[in-house]
């Protein structure tokens, strides 16, 4: 998968919005995701998306935040809305060959993480 590298993170106050980047230096994979994780927690997967399309969300985030892929550039984002204070985290890009969905242990590759911080 190549490197991976997110952007796009920052502080926002409860409410807004906020679109994360995650550009892989090579092809990206046909299964890529989104984690986040906040001091003394385990790492959760938040939002994934397959080669063809299908996207799975953790309950929490449903309906607020949306996966996306441009296979051309090679990038894959995560467009949050309705921001809450407890989406706030170090939110992290990742790819796997050869399962999707929301277990970390499916993903071999790793971006460095963006911060995202919500103000209540």
């Known amino acids: 998968q190549g490197q991976l590298v997110e952007s796009g993170g920052g502080s926002v106050a409860a409410g807004g919005s906020l679109r994360l980047s995650c550009t892989a230096s090579r092809s990206s994979s046909r299964y890529m995701a989104w984690f986040r994780q906040t001091p003394g927690k385990e790492r959760e997967g938040v939002a994934a998306i397959e080669g063809d399309g299908t996207t799975r969300y953790a309950d929490s985030v449903r309906g607020r935040f949306t996966i996306s892929k441009d296979n051309a550039k090679n990038t894959l984002y995560l467009q949050m809305n309705s921001l809450k204070p407890e989406d706030a985290g170090t939110y992290y890009c990742?790819?796997?060959?050869?399962?999707?969905?929301?277990?970390?242990?499916?993903?071999?590759?790793w971006g460095q993480g963006t911060q995202v911080t919500v103000s209540s």
């Open positions: 990742a790819a796997g060959r050869y399962v999707g969905g929301l277990t970390i242990e499916w993903y071999n590759a």
